[in-house]
C-alpha cells in the first residue's frame, strides 16, 4: 500500500505550493512512482506541476451518471469508472496527476461517490506514494478520497488567524471519521527576523512542528506570475526546507514499509 501524504490548511498559506515541492522532493529519491492526488474544486496542483488535467474526476461521475442506464450489458459502473480514470489521469515522468474537480453539487453522487473510492484504492496500489493537496478542512477526505493518510501535514503563514484556522483543522481531524497516522504543522513563508516569535505561537496550536519553510522571493515570483515550480533552482531556500521535512516525515515510516 502507498504511503499517504495530506496536505491541508486555510485557504492562501500556500499549502499547494508546498504540495507540489513535496511531490518533487519525492520524485528527487527516486524510490518509487509518486500519484499526486489534487482533491481541491479549484483545481491548480497542475498549474504548480508544469501539466494540464485533460478529464477531472468529477467529470467521469457526471458522465456516469448521464449514461449509467445506457451501459451496454455486462458492463457495470465499476468497470466503466475504472477505464474512465485512465482518462482522467495525466502520466509523467516519476509522477502522476489525478485531479478530483468540483464538488457535488445537485445531484446525488453518494453511490458513484463509493465507487470512485474503490477505484481510486486499487489504483493507489501502483504507486509508493501518494500526495494530496486538499481544499480548506477535511471533509472531502471522507467524501472523495481514501479516508487511509499516514501523515497529515497542516501547513499555517504567521499570521494568527492562520494558526487558529491550523488548530481548528488538527482539532476536527480528530472528531472526524478518518484513519491518520500522524499530524504536523509546518509553517510558510516564514521570515527568519520573526521565526522565534511566531514558533513560539505555533506552539498554542497544539500541533507538533515539524518544519519551517523560510520566505524565498523566487518562489513568490513563480506564484505570482503562475509558472511551474520546475523553475525553481534546486538549491532554493524552500526547496532545502522541503526536503528536510519529507526527511523527517519519511524516516520513521519508511522502515516500516
Not at 480528530?174 to 510558510?188: D, M, P, S
Not at 514558533?199 to 513563480?222: F, H, N, W, Y
Amino acid at each position: 500500500m502507498a504511503f499517504t501524504l495530506a496536505v491541508a490548511g486555510k485557504g492562501g498559506t500556500g499549502k499547494t505550493t508546498l504540495a507540489g515541492l513535496l511531490i518533487q522532493a519525492l520524485v528527487e529519491r527516486r524510490d518509487g512512482p509518486v500519484l499526486a492526488v489534487d482533491a481541491d474544486p479549484n483545481p491548480n496542483l497542475g498549474y504548480v506541476l508544469g501539466c494540464q488535467v485533460q478529464k477531472t474526476i468529477s467529470e467521469l461521475r457526471d458522465d456516469l451518471l448521464d449514461h449509467i442506464r445506457k451501459l451496454p450489458p455486462g458492463v457495470t459502473k465499476d468497470d466503466y469508472l475504472e477505464l474512465g480514470i485512465q482518462e482522467c489521469l495525466w502520466e509523467g515522468r516519476g509522477v502522476d496527476l489525478l485531479a478530483m474537480g468540483a464538488g457535488e453539487g445537485p445531484r446525488c453522487y453518494c453511490a458513484v461517490n463509493n465507487v470512485l473510492r474503490r477505484c481510486i484504492d486499487r489504483l493507489r496500489g501502483s504507486y509508493r506514494y501518494v500526495v494530496m493537496d486538499n481544499e480548506a478542512g477535511l471533509e472531502h477526505l471522507s467524501r472523495c478520497t481514501t479516508q487511509d493518510v499516514d501523515v497529515l501535514l497542516i501547513v499555517s503563514s504567521g499570521l494568527p488567524v492562520a494558526l487558529q484556522a491550523a488548530s481548528r483543522v488538527g482539532e476536527l481531524s480528530k472528531k472526524l471519521a478518518l484513519r491518520v497516522g500522524e499530524q504536523f504543522l509546518v509553517l510558510n513563508d516564514i521570515s527568519v527576523t520573526g521565526q522565534a516569535w511566531i514558533e513560539e505561537k505555533a506552539q498554542r496550536t497544539g500541533l507538533k512542528l515539524i518544519g519551517v519553510v523560510p520566505s524565498d522571493d523566487r518562489l513568490r515570483e513563480l506564484c505570482l506570475k503562475g509558472e511551474p515550480l520546475t523553475q525553481l533552482a534546486p538549491d532554493s531556500t524552500a526547496r532545502r526546507a522541503l526536503r528536510e521535512i519529507l526527511e523527517a516525515v519519511l524516516s520513521p515510516a519508511t522502515a516500516a514499509l
